[in-house]
């Protein structure tokens, strides 16, 4: 089944620390994109790549990285420079054709 | 600009009753208007869109009705059931959605009461 994958479900990050969630999707999408939710906040954009190799910044781009080597990944890496990154991540692609598509979601939660 | 304004923030329907959630936005280079839906845990999974060359769209239960000239468009869900408790959220895009920044409202949370 095609689909988005994210991984983990679950994740859990130390003061201070690094972490990267994964998104892989085998829907052939060009473009990718990476939202942060947090209760009554809606789903607010933190990075999105169109083409491999490229990518922008959204609207809470401050504290996050990514990458896109190949066409189907897009990790995400939270930074310690990231204050407050407790939340819902949710990862997506999108096509002409079929619009956008989301993952399941990781939650991260700083312990 | 490029906000989009989803009301009511939650909202309580018995079953089978109607369910009408609103949205406006106010760019008017937006073209694509999906809503989806979202259960607990999950991701959202898109429920129905529309684009503004017409003006309703129906799928089963499920009704977009759009008002360009106004910049609004709401979300009906007829003979409503429990199993449509969720949270809701509409969006809007330029290119048709197909790429680019796929603005949410911030989401209504609809609970059917048995």
């Known amino acids: 089944d095609g689909g988005i994958t994210q991984s983990p479900k679950y994740l859990f990050r130390k003061e201070g620390q690094n972490v990267t969630l994964s998104c892989e999707q085998n829907l052939n999408h060009d473009a990718m994109y990476w939202y942060r939710q947090d209760p009554g906040q809606g789903l607010r954009l933190i990075y999105y790549s169109q083409i491999v190799n490229d990518f922008q910044k959204g609207d809470i781009a401050e504290g996050y990285s990514v990458s896109r080597e190949k066409k189907e990944s897009f990790p995400l890496t939270v930074t310690s420079a990231q204050k407050n990154p407790t939340a819902f991540y949710l990862c997506?692609?999108?096509?002409?054709?079929?619009?956008?598509?989301f993952g399941s979601g990781t939650r991260l939660t700083v312990v | 600009q490029q906000q989009v304004k989803q009301s009511p923030q939650s909202l309580i329907v018995q079953k089978g009753g109607i369910s009408i959630i609103n949205c406006a936005y106010e760019n008017t280079a937006f073209d694509y208007f999906p809503w989806y839906q979202q259960f607990p845990g999950k991701g959202p999974a898109l429920l129905i869109a529309i684009r503004p060359d017409v003006s309703e769209k129906k799928e089963g239960r499920f009704t977009i009705s759009f008002n360009k000239s106004a910049k609004q468009f709401s979300l009906h869900i007829m003979d409503s059931q429990p199993g449509d408790s969720a949270t809701y959220f509409c969006?809007?895009?330029?290119?048709?959605?197909?790429?680019?920044?796929?603005?949410f409202g911030k989401g209504t949370k609809l609970s059917v009461k048995p």
């Open positions: 969006a809007a895009s330029p290119y048709g959605g197909s790429q680019g920044n796929l603005i």
């Open positions: 997506a692609s999108s096509s002409r054709t079929y619009g956008y598509t």
